[in-house]
C-alpha cells in the first residue's frame, strides 16, 4: 500500500512540476507577445506621426548627458584653474606692518607677537 501511495505521490509531483513549468512558459511568452505588440505599435506611430519614439529619444537623452558628465569630469586637469601661470602674470608682494589702532578690537586666543601682523600689497614685476 505504501509503494502505491509513494507512485502516486510522485506522479502527482510531476504533474504538478509539468503544470507550473507550463505556466512560467505561458506567462514568458505572453509578456514577450505584449512587449512585441508595443514595439510594433510605436513603431507604427513613429512612422505615422514622423517623430522618434519616445524610449528612443530617452535613451539618447541619457547617452547624451553621460557623454557630457564624462566630459566633464575627464577635463578637469585642463581647467583654467589647474594650469600653471604665465610667467608675465606673476605678482610680487611687500609685506608691511599693521598698526594695532586700524584693526577692530577682536579677542585673543595666545599673547600676540609685535612682528605678527602684516598688510599684504601687490606690486607688479618688470618684465626681463
Avoid at 505572453?30 to 528612443?56: W, Y
Avoid at 539618447?60 to 577635463?75: F, I, V
Avoid at 608675465?88 to 600676540?112: G, I
Wanted: aromatic content about 8%.
Amino acid at each position: 500500500m505504501t509503494l502505491l501511495f509513494d507512485l502516486i505521490g510522485q506522479v502527482a509531483a510531476l504533474l504538478l512540476r509539468l503544470m507550473f513549468t507550463l505556466v512560467a512558459a505561458a506567462f514568458a511568452l505572453g509578456v514577450l507577445l505584449i512587449g512585441l505588440v508595443v514595439v510594433l505599435f510605436m513603431l507604427l506611430r513613429a512612422l505615422l506621426t514622423g517623430r522618434k519614439p519616445m524610449p528612443f529619444m530617452v535613451w539618447q537623452r541619457y547617452r547624451e548627458a553621460s557623454r557630457a558628465s564624462r566630459a566633464r569630469w575627464t577635463n578637469r586637469a585642463r581647467s583654467p584653474w589647474a594650469q600653471p601661470a604665465a610667467d608675465d602674470d606673476v605678482t610680487d608682494v611687500d609685506a608691511s606692518p599693521v598698526h594695532p589702532s586700524t584693526q577692530p578690537a577682536r579677542p585673543r586666543l595666545a599673547p600676540a607677537d609685535t612682528n605678527e601682523i602684516t598688510d599684504v600689497q601687490a606690486r607688479d614685476i618688470p618684465p626681463r
